[in-house]
């Protein structure tokens, strides 16, 4: 089954740290990039990072810049987010997302979503 | 990275057609024919409806269009059915491989 299933969430108080995993399955991880998408309580989607197939190229959204980073291993189908120095504002449900492809060609989107996990920031 | 702006809600009666503005700058929509649309039921992750625009991937029914003029892209449903009943995201390329969503619009089929 093609599937991303997120873990690592919790409760964690103000300037700590928390790594979220993405476990993928059923497709091929290394032929895609990958991202985190977040969603505070009752709000909107925001994107937080995205990290192309190799690894050669890694970004984030700049309420994240210098305090979280993304990671891969494609050995072992996962993808990460360490998150240090967390704030009350990163409080939010976290989707791993994989990045759309066709036809040999990938697009800015993303076509397959995990079902979350929930980060709790909060003393 | 300011968020797209998204009216907060649209409604429509079944059949009817509704349309849903995304309005961002020259640095986002504007700048790039990358914009993506998603659809999120409550409680369950968002659904993949439209890519480059206009683009449908595979699966997504042609009630479903999308389009652009300058910086703002819009997303029409036609033949609104109550199952379209959600809140619909719009995503933007932003540059320097970062995105950018919209606040989102929730949809009410009256």
């Known amino acids: 089954e093609v599937q991303l299933v997120e873990s690592g969430g919790g409760l964690v108080q103000p300037g700590r740290s928390l790594r979220l995993s993405c476990a993928a399955s059923?497709?091929?991880?290394?032929?895609?990039?990958m991202h985190w998408v977040r969603q505070a309580p009752g709000k909107g989607l925001e994107w937080v990072s995205g990290?192309?197939?190799?690894?050669?190229?890694?970004d984030y959204a700049d309420s994240v810049k210098g305090r979280f980073t993304i990671s891969r291993d494609n050995a072992k189908n996962s993808l990460y987010l360490q998150m240090n120095s967390l704030r009350t504002e990163d409080m939010a449900l976290y989707y791993c997302?994989?990045?759309?492809?066709?036809?040999?060609?990938?697009?800015?989107?993303?076509?397959?979503w995990g079902r979350g996990t929930m980060v709790t920031v909060s003393s | 990275q300011s968020a797209l702006t998204q009216p907060r809600s649209v409604s429509g009666s079944p059949g009817q057609s509704v349309t849903i503005s995304c309005t961002g700058t020259s640095s986002d929509v504007g700048g790039y024919n990358y914009v993506s649309w998603y659809q999120q039921h409550p409680g369950k992750a968002p659904k993949f409806l439209i890519y480059d625009v206009y683009k449908r991937p595979s699966g997504v029914p042609d009630r479903f269009s999308g389009s652009k003029s300058g910086s703002t892209a819009s997303l029409t449903i036609s033949g609104l059915q109550a199952e379209d009943e959600a809140v619909y995201y719009c995503?933007?390329?932003?540059?320097?491989?970062?995105?950018?969503f919209g606040g989102g619009t929730k949809l009410t089929v009256l």
């Open positions: 990290i192309t197939w190799d690894s050669g190229t890694m």
């Open positions: 059923g497709f091929t991880f290394d032929d895609y990039a």
């Open positions: 995503c933007s390329y932003a540059g320097s491989y970062t995105e950018v």
């Open positions: 997302a994989k990045g759309f492809c066709d036809s040999g060609y990938c697009y800015d989107a993303f076509d397959l």
